[in-house]
Each structure stands twice: as C-alpha cells, then as structure tokens.
C-alpha cells in the first residue's frame, strides 16, 4: 500500500495505557517483609534438569525458587490448591502490570477470581531493568516451550519441553492421566529468563539471562497454592530450547511458614466484586 500523507502524524500519536494500576490494591509489603525475618522452612524440592517438580504452599506463607548450581530458566506454573480452576493467568497479569514482573507486583488469577495469587517480595535481579534490546527478566509474554510448535516448525517429537514437563509432573501429583492434567497446564511465569520483542519484526526474543548461582525469586502465597515449575530445556536461553543441546541445571523451591501471629492484620484477597450477570 502507498503509505498516506498523514502516515508521520498517525505515528506520532501519543499512546495511551490501557489499564492505569494506580488504583490496584497494594500489597502491604512491609509486613510481609517483618513476616518472612522469622519464617521457617517447612518444605523443599528440586526440579530436576529438563524435568518439573510440583510443591504446595500454604496461604500467608512464602516460596523461594534459587539458582543452585548454574545459569537456569524455570517455567512456574500456579493454582488455587482448593480449586484449579483458579490459575494464574499471565495475560492480565502482563496488561496490569507490564511484560515482566519483580517485587512487589502480583500474578493475579484467572476469571472469574481476578485476585492475586502470589505477591513478589523479593528479586535477586531487580537490578537487570530493561537493556539495550528491549530485554528483561522474569517475562509474562512468552506461553512455555511445547511439543506441538516444535512439531511445527521442525518435526519433533521432543517430550522435555516445559508443557510435557509441566503436564507429567501435575499428572503425577494429582494421580491422574497426561491427558487428564494437560488441560490444567497454562501460560508461564518464566523465572529468571531474558526475553523482549525485537524493535524491527516485534518478533518475542530471548536471550542469556543474567542469573546466577544463589540468585532467587521469593513470593508470598495469597491463596493456598499447588505450583508446578520446570527447569526449561533451554538452560539459560542464550542459544535454543527444545531440545537436549543446552547445559542445563536444577531449581530448588523451598516453603517458609511465618511465626504465628506474623500477619496479624492481613486480610486474605477477596474473588472479584462482579457480579456475574454480564448485561442480562
């Protein structure tokens, strides 16, 4: 098409943000930082090298998901442990909050629950910011890597991308089929990944996070949750997923109980106010 007259000033238009947060509750972080001094460990897991592990926290406690022995990507997945059809849902978390989250911002849950499931209380890499490229870490634009698009694009079947990962170990939990959980598997917080859009093609990028061993991302549950994390294929992401090529390391998930008494005042996230009617 011939580009019209008026093409700079259409370009030129100043944007509009579509959901102004200022009005969002605010999670009270100073308690939650007093709570989490004298928390203790009450459980721990390792997800395992291209594979996923599952771990339950209760309400009013925290979880911490580390680096321990090299450069890791994790794919997290979250439900209400009470009802999963309560899940995270990492669209309206973006439109609220932006492409990539760190502490104090929320994954919030899935219609119709519209609460926050977890609230950030601490990243170790809050410092990385956005770089030259577009990039950052911690991204809710990226759905997980999968067998289905590897099929696609290549004609594999690979079976340790994060949605296999994720699917197996959420079967194994519930003691349920694959096909019976695949279903309840959905788009990711990608723990410590390094992605962005390209500023030519808008094309979703990644590229080598910065983590490191000891780095950590620590959430306070809202809700009793059920999460799934697996250790991405693709290691650090600084050259390809799907696939064995990547050096690739565990992630640890540790659970810490507060003292009793620790959130006194704390009033747990009430489901969305709507009233359900939709217009009839």
Not at 12 to 33: F, G, K, Q, S
Not at 181 to 191: K, Y
Not at 209 to 224: H, I, Q
């Amino acid at each position: 098409m011939t580009e019209p007259k008026d093409a700079a000033a259409r370009r030129a238009v100043e944007p509009v943000i579509c959901y102004p947060n200022d009005t969002l509750p605010t999670p009270p972080m100073e308690l939650y930082r007093a709570a989490r001094d004298g928390a203790k460990k009450i459980s721990e897991t390792y997800a395992a090298p291209r594979e996923a592990c599952t771990f339950e926290v209760p309400q009013g406690s925290f979880f911490r998901i580390s680096s321990v022995e090299g450069p890791q990507v994790g794919d997290l997945n979250l439900w209400n442990k009470n009802d999963l059809s309560e899940r995270f849902y990492s669209g309206k978390t973006r439109a609220l909050h932006g492409t990539h989250i760190t502490t104090g911002e929320r994954m919030w849950s899935s219609f119709p629950h519209l609460r926050p499931l977890a609230t950030i209380v601490a990243d170790t890499l809050s410092w990385y910011g956005i770089d030259a490229f577009g990039g950052s870490v911690h991204d809710v634009i990226g759905t997980r890597c999968d067998p289905y698009t590897g099929n696609l694009l290549s004609g594999t079947q690979y079976h340790h991308c994060c949605h296999s990962n994720l699917t197996r170990a959420l079967a194994d939990h519930l003691g349920v089929s694959d096909a019976e959980a695949e279903p309840r598997v959905h788009d990711v917080l990608n723990v410590f990944m390094c992605t962005g859009f390209t500023r030519d093609t808008g094309q979703y990028f990644m590229k080598a996070s910065p983590v490191r061993v000891g780095d950590y991302l620590e959430f306070f549950a809202e809700v009793d949750l059920l999460g799934a994390l697996s250790a991405c294929p693709g290691g650090d992401c600084s050259s390809e997923h799907t696939s064995d090529a990547a050096a690739c390391y565990p992630l640890h998930v540790e659970v810490f109980e507060p003292a009793s008494g620790a959130l006194e005042g704390w009033v747990a996230p009430a489901k969305n106010g709507y009233d359900g009617s939709h217009g009839r």
